[in-house]
């Protein structure tokens, strides 16, 4: 962040107020993270993974963190949805996080924040995901209430139905 604003490429203002001032423009102000930027306390590590390249990935409450495996050297990623509870790296690198009831798509994570962003409510995406796993061009999402889902790169599949099994428990 410090260097977008040095750069003035930081895009977003900071309405709030500091000391009774308003805060200094294009200070560290993100939409929707305000507290977490002002209270960024590392309290919890909530999954881990490794992509295909061996580097290890350590999700927390503040965002994700890759320790790169032939360096040792960490690199901190400040991510939409950053409380991730699961997290998978597809065979292109494509990282797919999970939070409680929606889904991330980061195509690029090393070099760009763009995503796209599923919600169980309006998508019908994975919900509540306790584990991630692939198989035959799917990646599957286990849910501990809500069943299986499936998805093949432009669609989701639940098994989650109204004839499926009275409960649909994956953990």
Do not use: C, M
């Amino acid at each position: 962040y410090e260097d977008l604003i040095a750069s003035g490429k930081y895009v977003y203002s900071n309405p709030y107020q500091k000391n009774g001032n308003i805060s200094e423009d294009r200070s560290l102000y993100k939409p929707l993270k305000y507290d977490v930027l002002i209270n960024k306390k590392l309290s919890e590590f909530n999954s881990i993974t490794e992509d295909t390249l061996g580097n290890i990935w350590i999700g927390s409450n503040v965002g994700i963190f890759k320790i790169y495996k032939e360096t040792e050297k960490i690199r901190y990623f400040d991510l939409e949805g950053n409380q991730f509870r699961k997290f998978y790296f597809d065979r292109k690198n494509t990282l797919y996080g999970s939070s409680w009831s929606e889904l991330f798509i980061y195509s690029d994570i090393e070099h760009s924040s763009d995503y796209q962003y599923f919600d169980y409510y309006e998508d019908q995406s994975p919900i509540n995901v306790t584990a991630i796993e692939s198989s035959n061009n799917q990646i599957w999402f286990a849910s501990s209430d809500h069943g299986l889902f499936a998805y093949d790169g432009t669609s989701f599949y639940s098994t989650n139905t109204e004839h499926a099994i009275s409960t649909p428990s994956f953990n």
